[in-house]
């Protein structure tokens, strides 16, 4: 099971960027696939963000056009950049990871988003003026 820790995050103004890390200790990240999710205070966790090994993106409607996900296997990382901040996008943000199936038979593991196994501590994300 792989340990994930993330950083970057901080307190921004509307219209704010923030790059957000997640960096792994798990045996096969390159092979993994990773979401980014976010909680705000008093509200389940949604889903963000969606990058599989080889790449493929996926994106929430609420951030499509503002964040882009991407992932350096070299450093086991991957990371959020934020851009246009709202104060709605104030939340602690998570990474996390799972194992990719065959994506011939499965299609791709971003269209799926309930099933992620390991995660992160999060890292607060603040948009206020």
């Known amino acids: 099971q792989a340990q994930l820790v993330e950083s970057g995050g901080g307190l921004v103004q509307p219209g704010g960027s923030l790059r957000l890390s997640c960096v792994s200790s798990?045996?096969?990240?390159?092979?993994?696939?990773i979401g980014w999710f976010r909680q705000a205070p008093g509200k389940e966790r949604d889903w963000v963000s969606c990058?599989?090994?080889?790449?493929?993106?996926r994106y929430a409607d609420s951030v499509k056009g503002r964040f882009t996900i991407s992932r350096d296997n070299d450093k086991k990382a991957a990371y959020l950049q934020v851009n246009s901040l709202k104060p709605e996008d104030t939340a602690v943000y998570y990474c996390?990871?799972?194992?990719?199936?065959?994506?011939?038979?499965?299609?791709?593991?971003?269209?799926?988003?309930?099933?992620?196994?390991?995660w992160g501590q999060g890292t607060q994300v603040t948009v206020s003026s």
């Open positions: 990058i599989t090994s080889d790449g493929s993106t």
């Open positions: 798990g045996l096969r990240f390159k092979y993994d696939a």
């Open positions: 996390a990871t799972k194992p990719e199936g065959d994506s011939l038979v499965l299609g791709s593991p971003c269209r799926r988003t309930d099933d992620f196994r390991s």
